[in-house]
């Protein structure tokens, strides 16, 4: 599924993935999430539920991520890379920003973020 994340004038496309947790995410939108910057490599934004378990846990992530972490319930979308891995119990990958995702270094603190299914 393609979907597309506004922030400000910026608007970015994107495609979930085909895992349990992704579909589940797809079942909140349109979403909009107040996202605060972590560690500048990141923008994260708290979900109004948990979502499903069911795709792949990992701790390493991608310029362009957006992942869900569970402990929160999270959503982030990783814009820069700083070597780091992620904690446990690490995070599942929803889908990826096909270009672009370091635009959200413009916004300092806070922003709103948009995010909708477009097809």
Partial sequence: MRI???AGETVLNATLDDNATARD????????????????REKYGHL???LT???ESRSSYEI???IY?????DIAIFYDHDGQSIPDPGIIVL???GS???AFTQYDGTVDVTIEAVD
Avoid at 25 to 40: E, G, I, V
Wanted: charged content about 20%; hydrophobic content about 40%; glycine content about 16%.
């Fill in 4 to 6: 597309r994340l506004t």
């Fill in 64 to 66: 362009g991520d957006i």
């Fill in 48 to 50: 109004p539920r948990s």
């Fill in 95 to 97: 889908g990826e920003i």
């Fill in 53 to 55: 378990a069911g795709g």
């Fill in 25 to 40: 995410f797809a079942s909140l939108l349109p979403l909009t999430l107040q996202m605060n910057d972590l560690l500048k």
């Fill in 69 to 73: 972490w569970s402990p929160g319930p």
């Fill in 100 to 102: 672009g995702a370091d």
